[in-house]
């Protein structure tokens, strides 16, 4: 089976995600007409990357409450329908892209847990090609100060799922360093794995080969491309503090790129520009790569090692229904005397 994929290395709207929304319809429909069917956005692309919080992480710091209300604002909110898919809701624009190019599309959002919560989760986001949702990811633990943006997530999204176009599955960031997030991911048995990543140092490169290579899995590195002038003038200095680049030149610089099941590169890292990078995959190669190593097969030793993986939506708040609930006995009292 072959399959085309696209990375959209495109600059995010910072706070604005509902326009940007309608920017990755743009670029879907764009990745689409050159044979793209998955596409591919980097870790919160919707709202983009919160670099602000590693500045601005002190007790009641002012400047990082004013950011946090504005992300939270700005946090796309999926509802469910009937049938438990999400549907007409904030990425209404970008599930029309899907439907009508036949399309799945993987995007990192900042997303808001209720309309009127005040968490937010840094999720991967997988949209259909009949524009429904087939999986969330949230992030299972966000790293230093993102802990003061981003809430733990769960292991609900945590996995591979069928789509027409392959098999798909992903992780977040410095997930692809939890070696039991890396292996609950392989054990669904993904096809192509998306790593997203807000930035692309050497590091992260070479995380996302090493992931291919141990998983045997076609990888989509989606890191972000954010040039200066796309931060507004009132958060350039929030971002310097955070970013951790120099004095010029964008604070993120790219560097998406798709590696192959033995590690070798499909496309080399893209960095310096924006673009919407399109390769073919070739599926069928992955059983080959398995002759000498699979995590999850003969090359595991479940006699020795066992994971157990709590892969349900978890809630602070567990409702029982008032038809369950026993309520004391006014004739009889209670055994303690009466």
Not at 5 to 13: D, S
Not at 195 to 205: G, I, K, S, T
Request: hydrophobic residues 40%.
């Amino acid at each position: 089976m072959r399959t085309t994929v696209a990375i959209a290395q495109i600059t995010p709207l910072i706070l604005d995600a509902h326009t940007g929304v309608r920017a990755a319809a743009d670029a879907v429909a764009e990745a689409a007409r050159a044979g793209a069917r998955i596409i591919v956005f980097a870790e919160t692309w919707l709202g983009g990357y919160p670099a602000w919080a590693f500045g601005h992480a002190g007790w009641s710091d002012p400047t990082g409450r004013k950011l946090y209300g504005d992300l939270l604002r700005e946090s796309v909110v999926l509802r469910a329908g009937a049938d438990g898919h999400s549907v007409n809701d904030d990425l209404s624009p970008l599930r029309t892209a899907a439907r009508a190019h036949d399309a799945v599309v993987v995007i990192g959002a900042n997303e808001r847990s209720s309309p009127h919560s005040g968490t937010v989760f840094n999720s991967l986001i997988t949209i259909g090609t009949d524009g429904r949702t087939v999986n969330v990811h949230r992030k299972t633990t966000p790293t230093l100060t993102e802990k003061l943006v981003h809430a733990p997530g769960d292991a609900a999204g945590l996995g591979a799922v069928d789509t027409p176009h392959g098999r798909l599955g992903g992780l977040i960031c410095w997930e692809h360093w939890n070696p039991l997030a890396r292996a609950a991911a392989h054990a669904t048995e993904e096809q192509i794995h998306v790593a997203a990543w807000p930035d692309f140092p050497e590091a992260h490169l070479l995380a996302s080969r090493s992931y291919a290579y141990e998983g045997r899995t076609f990888v989509l590195a989606a890191a972000q491309y954010l040039p200066r002038e796309a931060v507004p003038a009132a958060l350039q200095e929030a971002f310097q503090l955070g970013a951790g680049s120099g004095e010029t030149g964008p604070f993120f610089d790219g560097g998406s790129c798709i590696i192959a099941p033995d590690g070798s590169w499909i496309l080399e890292p893209q960095y310096g520009n924006e673009g919407v990078f399109v390769r073919e995959l070739d599926l069928a190669v992955i059983p080959d790569e398995h002759y000498a190593l699979d995590v999850n097969g003969h090359y595991g030793r479940p006699d020795i090692f066992d994971l157990r993986v709590r892969a349900e939506r978890r809630s602070p708040v567990t409702r029982i229904p008032r038809e369950l609930v026993t309520a004391p006995s006014v004739e009889h009292g209670d055994d303690r005397g009466e």
